[in-house]
């Protein structure tokens, strides 16, 4: 069968993907941005992958008109706080337009649950979408869940951060709200098995595991998991703001992401009964063995996607391609070069950098920069990395996002999504026992320049023990397994 996939660099996309090639499904994914994409663990026969922006309707003729079923897996909840409503919708509706003019005869759509009376704008975005797709000439089937518990996940890296950072906490009142968390894995079985099933067409499923429980008792029960104790504080104080930044501080979210969470957590996400079980029969995952499998899935380093796959800043929006050619007009480039003895472990050394393994130097300085990024909104230092030996262009490492990693040509480009008055690129390069690291910055205005000035002492003291320690590498560095 061939199928269209889109969001297919998302953190649902990208475990189903597997799972539709092995059941001997042709899969058309769709990216905005072809780089992003890795598609080489794949048998080209089974993959094909197409560059389409379904906001921008000039992208759509790419998509084949051929294809059997769709799944509409695209979501823009961290785009903005106030205007991911107008895009998620508009993407709905050329989406629904488009798919029209096609062979398709079923299109899946990965949903909330929205049976509360009042809920969240992100709630409310997401039925809207729903009743958007609802409109098409084929046979939608919605499939509405709650917190997904998955290693990489937002929720469970939220709560992971949460409980393994603070021993005590103090919680808004609305973390007694209940919900009814689904393990990934269950997740993508719905998905599968939904998949050009009659007994599904033209109907809605919520989607949940066996256990219904509070806020308060998912970071209790993840705690008793780690082996850990902690107490939870309830603070009837607490508004959404004051929560929102709390996540901001704590946790690797973004603050838009944090608001739009915390808006939706005063919001009961429980299922309604249906029959879905019986159409699919499939064994629902507890809370607790799900987190134990997240965590078994980080210490075997196969952590297949990670919300932080997402892009994050405005200025990647257009494409990875766009920033892989550094700038060099109006730049300001400090070039460091040294002579190395063993090529290979220094090329180990630069393709574990970042996340638990640090920036071997200074980088504590690296953590007082994330805080600082922090207080002007941005994304800080704490994302980490998905896995701590492969990285692949568009993966997040820390409060950098990779642009070019090719072990081939003994290259790595990072783009800094820091807060600046600027951009800013990070380059390692290997050539002829050379080890060659580029920082270029590319001010904005006379900000930008005032910005450089006054941090150039420190950047001169951070890059050149940076390049040194590098260098100096002569066997791989410690892999932390619990990477982010």
Same mark, same amino acid.
């Given at each position: !069968?061939?199928?269209?996939?889109?969001? @297919?660099?998302?953190?649902?996309?990208? /475990?189903?993907?597997?799972?539709?090639?092995?059941?001997?499904?042709? *899969?058309?994914?769709?990216?905005? &941005?072809?780089?992003?994409?890795?598609?080489?663990?794949?048998?080209?026969?089974?993959?094909?992958?197409?560059?389409?922006?379904?906001?921008?309707?000039?992208?759509?003729?790419?998509?084949?008109?051929?294809?059997?079923?769709?799944?509409?897996?695209?979501?823009?909840?961290?785009?903005? %706080?106030?205007?991911?409503?107008?895009?998620?919708?508009?993407?709905?509706?050329?989406?629904? &337009?488009?798919? =029209?003019?096609?062979?398709?005869?079923?299109?899946?759509?990965?949903?909330? #649950?929205?049976?509360?009376?009042?809920?969240?704008?992100?709630?409310?975005?997401?039925?809207?979408?729903?009743?958007?797709?609802?409109?098409?000439?084929?046979?939608?089937?919605?499939?509405?869940?709650?917190?997904?518990?998955?290693?990489?996940?937002?929720?469970?890296?939220?709560?992971?951060?949460? *409980?393994?950072?603070?021993?005590?906490?103090?919680?808004?009142?609305?973390?007694?709200?209940?919900?009814?968390?689904?393990?990934?894995?269950?997740?993508?079985?719905?998905?599968?098995?939904?998949?050009?099933?009659?007994?599904?067409?033209?109907?809605?499923?919520?989607?949940?595991?066996?256990? *219904?429980?509070?806020?308060?008792?998912?970071?209790?029960?993840?705690?008793?998991?780690?082996?850990?104790?902690?107490?939870?504080?309830?603070?009837?104080?607490?508004?959404?703001?004051?929560?929102?930044?709390?996540?901001?501080?704590?946790?690797?979210?973004?603050?838009?992401?944090?608001?739009?969470?915390?808006?939706?957590?005063?919001?009961?996400?429980?299922?309604?009964?249906?029959?879905?079980?019986?159409?699919?029969?499939? &064994?629902?995952?507890?809370?607790?063995? $799900?987190?134990?499998?997240?965590?078994?899935?980080?210490?075997?380093?196969?952590?297949?996607?990670?919300?932080? =796959?997402?892009?994050?800043?405005?200025?990647?929006?257009? +494409?990875?391609?766009?920033?892989?050619?550094?700038?060099?007009?109006?730049?300001? %480039?400090?070039?460091?070069?040294?002579?190395?003895?063993?090529?290979? @472990?220094?090329?180990?050394?630069?393709?574990? %950098?970042?996340?638990?393994?640090?920036?071997?130097? $200074?980088?504590?300085?690296?953590?007082?920069? +994330?805080?600082?990024?922090?207080?002007?909104?941005?994304?800080?230092?704490?994302?980490?990395?998905?896995?701590?030996?492969?990285?692949?262009?568009?993966? @997040? %490492?820390?409060?950098?996002?990779?642009?070019?990693?090719?072990?081939?040509?003994?290259?790595?480009?990072?783009?800094?999504?820091?807060? !600046?008055?600027?951009?800013?690129?990070?380059?390692? /390069?290997?050539?002829?026992?050379?080890?060659?690291?580029?920082?270029?910055?590319?001010?904005? +205005?006379?900000?930008?320049? #005032?910005?450089?000035? $006054?941090?150039?002492?420190?950047?001169?003291?951070?890059?050149?023990?940076?390049?040194?320690?590098?260098?100096?590498?002569?066997?791989?560095?410690?892999?932390?397994? $619990?990477?982010?």
């Amino acid at each position: !069968m061939k199928i269209l996939l889109t969001g @297919a660099t998302g953190y649902i996309a990208k /475990r189903l993907l597997p799972v539709l090639i092995s059941e001997g499904h042709e *899969v058309v994914c769709c990216v905005r &941005d072809r780089r992003r994409f890795d598609a080489s663990p794949y048998d080209p026969a089974y993959i094909s992958v197409i560059e389409v922006d379904f906001l921008n309707k000039t992208t759509l003729d790419s998509i084949p008109h051929d294809i059997e079923a769709a799944y509409y897996l695209i979501h823009s909840m961290t785009a903005s %706080i106030d205007d991911f409503e107008c895009l998620e919708k508009e993407s709905a509706r050329n989406f629904r &337009d488009y798919i =029209d003019k096609t062979n398709a005869r079923q299109v899946i759509y990965l949903s909330g #649950i929205v049976n509360d009376k009042l809920l969240s704008k992100h709630l409310l975005s997401r039925k809207a979408v729903e009743d958007t797709l609802k409109e098409g000439g084929y046979h939608l089937t919605t499939l509405r869940a709650g917190i997904i518990v998955g290693s990489g996940s937002a929720s469970f890296e939220i709560i992971r951060d949460l *409980v393994e950072k603070l021993p005590v906490m103090v919680a808004p009142r609305w973390v007694n709200t209940r919900c009814q968390p689904i393990a990934i894995g269950n997740v993508i079985e719905y998905l599968k098995g939904v998949l050009m099933n009659e007994k599904t067409f033209g109907k809605s499923f919520d989607i949940g595991g066996p256990d *219904v429980l509070s806020y308060k008792e998912m970071l209790l029960r993840f705690a008793e998991v780690r082996n850990l104790k902690r107490r939870i504080f309830v603070l009837p104080v607490l508004t959404p703001r004051l929560s929102s930044y709390f996540l901001y501080f704590i946790t690797s979210t973004s603050y838009k992401l944090a608001a739009n969470l915390v808006n939706s957590m005063k919001v009961e996400v429980v299922c309604c009964e249906n029959n879905l079980n019986k159409i699919i029969p499939i &064994d629902l995952i507890s809370y607790k063995k $799900a987190v134990r499998r997240a965590f078994d899935k980080i210490m075997q380093e196969e952590v297949l996607s990670s919300w932080t =796959d997402a892009l994050s800043e405005r200025a990647l929006e257009r +494409g990875i391609s766009r920033l892989v050619n550094m700038p060099c007009f109006g730049c300001i %480039i400090d070039k460091k070069r040294r002579v190395i003895k063993d090529e290979k @472990a220094v090329l180990k050394c630069i393709w574990t %950098i970042g996340g638990r393994n640090g920036w071997y130097f $200074a980088t504590r300085l690296w953590h007082i920069r +994330g805080v600082f990024d922090k207080f002007l909104g941005g994304v800080g230092y704490h994302r980490g990395r998905r896995s701590p030996t492969r990285l692949h262009p568009g993966d @997040a %490492i820390d409060s950098w996002r990779v642009l070019l990693a090719s072990k081939q040509e003994k290259r790595l480009i990072l783009y800094s999504e820091l807060k !600046m008055p600027g951009e800013a690129w990070l380059e390692f /390069r290997i050539k002829d026992n050379v080890l060659y690291q580029t920082h270029t910055f590319r001010p904005l +205005g006379l900000m930008g320049r #005032i910005y450089w000035i $006054a941090i150039l002492p420190v950047h001169h003291f951070i890059f050149s023990g940076m390049i040194r320690k590098i260098a100096k590498c002569r066997t791989l560095p410690k892999i932390e397994t $619990a990477a982010r």
